[in-house]
């Protein structure tokens, strides 16, 4: 079965660093792109960013840039989604998915990670 | 950034009715568009692709159409099960983005 499973809830304090994951599995991780998008309580879908390999740069939307970092190990057919230093906005529902190409469509989703981050 | 608009914010519908739900976009998108669903606590789900093309699995009561800046998704014959949020999203250049949703109520 294709499908991408992500890491647990995580409750942090604003300041502190966080990393969440996507692991694929049931299909070839290294021909796919990962997107990573955010849900904020009660809110609409936001575009995060994407990324293809691990030698690519990821691309960003301007409301996430330098906010935090993707990446990804293809060795462990997973993708990240890092914060250095988190912000109470930050809580939020985020999921990562993946699209076969730069011009697809996110055909499978992770089930999404929450992050509670408390002032 | 392109801006994508939806239209209604909100459906009240009953079973059995047709529903359109349209998405605008702020500049020419092609045909790179995409409908997802999503129901509470659940993560988003592909319906169509590249505008009009039915994701596997997905009932044929459901439709797309559109190109460069106006988009519809149309649902022929509401089902119980059709009860949900609806997201356009383009992916014609970064920053891919979403609409803000349009959630499809019980009349």
């Known amino acids: 079965e294709v499908q991408l499973v992500q890491s647990g809830a995580e409750v942090k304090k604003s300041g502190e660093s966080l990393q969440i994951s996507c692991k694929g599995s049931g299909y070839n991780f290294t021909t796919y792109w990962i997107g990573w998008v955010r849900q904020m309580p009660g809110k609409g879908l936001e575009w995060m960013g994407i990324?293809?390999?691990?030698?690519?740069?990821?691309r960003y939307s301007p409301s996430f840039q330098g906010q935090v970092t993707i990446s990804v190990d293809t060795s462990i057919s997973t993708a990240y989604l890092h914060w250095s230093s988190l912000k109470a906005s930050d809580t939020a529902m985020y999921y990562c998915a993946r699209c076969y190409t730069y011009l697809d469509a996110f055909d499978i989703w992770g089930q999404g990670t929450t992050v509670i981050v408390s002032s | 950034d392109i801006q994508m608009t939806q239209s209604p914010s909100t459906l009240s519908a009953s079973v059995g009715d047709r529903v359109t739900i349209t998405c605008r976009a702020s500049?020419?998108?092609?045909?790179?568009l995409a409908w997802y669903q999503q129901k509470p606590g659940k993560a988003p789900k592909l319906l169509i692709y590249k505008t009009s093309n039915l994701q596997g699995g997905v009932p044929s009561r459901f439709s797309g159409r559109g190109s460069g800046t106006e988009f519809t998704l149309t649902i022929s014959s509401l089902q119980p099960d059709d009860f949900a949020t609806y997201y356009c999203q383009h992916y014609n250049s970064y920053p891919w983005t979403f609409g803000q949703g349009t959630k499809v109520e019980i009349k």
């Open positions: 500049q020419s998108i092609d045909t790179w």
């Open positions: 990324i293809y390999r691990a030698d690519s740069d990821a």
